[in-house]
């Protein structure tokens, strides 16, 4: 691998950002916690993003908002939504329009990591994004 994936996550729960950041970075990959979606908008290296992991649920901009407006602003970086609540409507919407996965919190660790893969490999499959 020529570079290590960047893999972003955006959760307003402290305590699982963190989480998942320190399980992301001791398997190798390059990873970044925000607190928001706006807060995520905002970073300068958002376009080098391989994959991103957000909640569903969170102040502002939900994770399924963040999803919709990165596409309409030609984002296509894979996505793997977290959620306490799951909802099979939302997790339709959020499939629907390309999501790789929708994980009910607490999620398995391996069953993340399998997502995060999926993510990578469809990263590696598309065209590049300008």
Not at 60 to 77: D, K, P
Request: with cysteine; proline share 6%; hydrophobic share 40%.
């Amino acid at each position: 691998m020529d570079e290590v994936p960047i893999i972003s996550i955006v959760d307003d729960d402290a305590s699982v950002r963190t989480a998942t950041a320190r399980l992301l970075r001791s398997l190798g990959f390059s990873a970044h916690a925000f607190a928001s979606a706006q807060e995520y908008l905002s970073w300068s290296r958002l376009r080098e993003t391989s994959c991103l992991i957000a909640d569903v649920e969170m102040p502002g901009m939900t994770g399924v908002e963040l999803q919709e407006y990165l596409i309409t602003n030609g984002h296509r970086t894979p996505m793997i939504f977290i959620t306490a609540f799951p909802e099979d409507r939302i997790r339709e919407r959020a499939m629907k329009a390309g999501a790789i996965a929708f994980l009910s919190k607490p999620f398995d660790e391996p069953q993340l990591l399998e997502c995060v893969e999926r993510a990578l490999q469809r990263n590696q499959d598309r065209p590049n994004n300008p």
